[in-house]
């Protein structure tokens, strides 16, 4: 086990200063007029805090905002309860111990998760609202989509806070020939489906429930997947569309759509799974999803009759194929030349305004043995001081001295403005409070 690390105080810079929403000292964090006593689980930078009122994913004329629209629309009248207006803040039980999260997993640990204090965090994923929505709803089925945040590496496809949209649905048991019914009435698609697995859908590597049998299994599961299926096969048909309109004639926009179902594993669902899209040459990763394990539906006193499934889908990455954006850090500028290109409906290309040239710098310096230094802390502190301009991080070097049994690490960090041209002296001012930060909460020595 990773030591626990000294808390770190943290600053209260611009951002906290000019949404009154928050406030920030070393004894608790105030959002939204609700406090939260910091503890040694606390590790929330501000220019995270800053990012939680922005609400993508409700801007009509926003990429985000956009793709939820027409996901949404294309699945209206098909049983789902819309939910996208949850707060972001949500207990350790929401987001882990509902879902059945062991204690080891690597993603309740503080190098992954945002925490306000040990009981109170940021949501790593739309997952943490299923109970009160198996709850709550009213429909056969829900839809939520919300921010997420993870803290994470720093490059062009990752980003700290993304957005997910979370479907789910639920029979009571007994009645297969309704989820027969509804599996008939999914809209069929053109889409080619790789799918080793449907008529197979429990493996070794992905076991069933004991209390299912493989005949409800096979039945849930062909319901979900045709239901992603006919999502993703939407969502992909709407951009050729547009690029057709707007001229293109690329190869791929006349070949058949192709999608593949791969294995996963995910503590709440079983059997679990992941599709991929098949999308310019090359396989993205779009949404988990699988069979709701009993537990989580007996934790939403549902009781023991009941069939479930659940997905999440990533829609920052769908959106940057869609709109060909090619930096995950553009969805969250105030530029107006990147906003005023998008409008509500539309699906276009976005165009570059502006190629400011990147000035990199590394950082090598000799890890203390006593503190722990994870990637994600130097990630987070160099987003810290450079906020987005950070925009990359890459682990260039490591070794460890022959004699002295020493590590030393190299990373190389790319500041670069989307918006301006950075001076040597702002970067060499926020590079040199990038050491210090290492330095004093590392204990690290400087090559
Ligand atoms: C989840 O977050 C699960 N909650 C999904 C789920 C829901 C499974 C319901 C079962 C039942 P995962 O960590 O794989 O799973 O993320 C889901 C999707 O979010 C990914 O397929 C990907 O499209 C997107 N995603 C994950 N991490 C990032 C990231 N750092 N940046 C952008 N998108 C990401
Ligand atoms: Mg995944």
């Not at 987001?95 to 059945?100: A, C, E, I, T, V």
């Not at 950082?363 to 906020?387: P, Q, Y």
């Not at 682990?395 to 590590?407: A, I, N, R, S």
Request: glycine share 4%; charged share 25%.
């Amino acid at each position: 086990m990773f030591k626990t690390l000294p808390l770190r105080v943290l600053p209260i810079c611009h951002a906290l200063k000019r949404f009154a929403r928050f406030q920030s000292t070393s004894k608790s964090i105030t959002v939204d007029a609700k406090s939260y006593p910091s503890d040694e689980w606390t590790n929330i930078p501000p220019f995270i805090l800053d990012l939680i009122t922005r609400k993508l994913h409700k801007n009509h004329n926003h990429p985000i905002g956009i793709l939820h629209d027409l996901i949404k629309s294309e699945m209206s009248g098909m049983g789902y309860t819309i939910y996208d207006d949850f707060h972001p803040i949500v207990t350790k039980y929401q987001n882990f111990d509902s879902l059945g999260f062991p204690e080891d997993h690597v993603g309740r640990s503080k190098s992954d998760t945002y925490y306000f204090n040990k009981n109170h965090l940021l949501r790593t994923h739309t997952s943490a609202h299923e109970q009160e929505c198996f709850i709550n709803s009213k429909t056969p089925g829900y839809l939520i989509t919300a921010d997420v945040y993870r803290r994470d590496e720093v490059d062009r496809t990752h980003y700290p806070a993304f957005h997910q949209m979370e479907g789910a649905r639920i029979w009571p048991r007994g009645d297969l020939e309704q989820i027969r019914k509804d599996i008939e009435a999914i809209p069929k698609t053109n889409i080619i489906v790789e799918d080793p697995f449907r008529d197979q859908p429990v493996t070794e590597n992905n076991p069933a429930q004991e209390h299912m049998t493989l005949e409800e299994i096979k039945l849930v599961s062909t319901h979900l997947k045709k239901t992603v299926e006919y999502v993703v096969n939407q969502v992909f048909e709407k951009a050729r569309e547009s690029a057709k309109l707007a001229g293109s004639t690329e190869q791929y926009l006349t070949e058949p759509l192709r999608v593949r179902w791969v294995e996963a594993y995910f503590p709440w669902t079983g059997p679990s799974w992941e599709i991929e899209v098949w999308w310019k040459g090359d396989w993205l990763e779009c949404c988990g999803c699988g069979v709701v394990q009993q537990q989580v539906l007996l934790n939403s006193n549902l009781g023991d009759d009941k069939l479930s499934w659940a997905f999440g889908i990533g829609l920052d990455r769908i959106a940057m194929l869609l709109f060909g954006i090619p930096d995950i850090r553009l969805f969250w500028t105030q530029d107006e030349r990147f906003h005023k290109q998008f409008q509500q409906g539309r699906i276009n290309t976005f165009v570059p305004y502006s190629k400011y040239p990147g000035v990199k710098r590394d950082v090598s310096f000799w890890l203390n043995n006593d503190v722990k230094l994870h990637c994600n802390d130097l990630m987070e502190i160099v987003r810290t001081h450079a906020g987005d301009t950070a925009e990359s991080v890459v682990l260039v070097d490591e070794f460890t001295h022959p004699k002295t049994g020493k590590q030393s690490q190299c990373y190389r960090i790319n500041y670069q403005s989307m918006d301006r041209n950075l001076t040597n002296a702002e970067i060499n001012e926020v590079h040199k409070k990038v050491e210090k930060d290492l330095v004093e909460n590392f204990k690290i020595e400087i090559r």
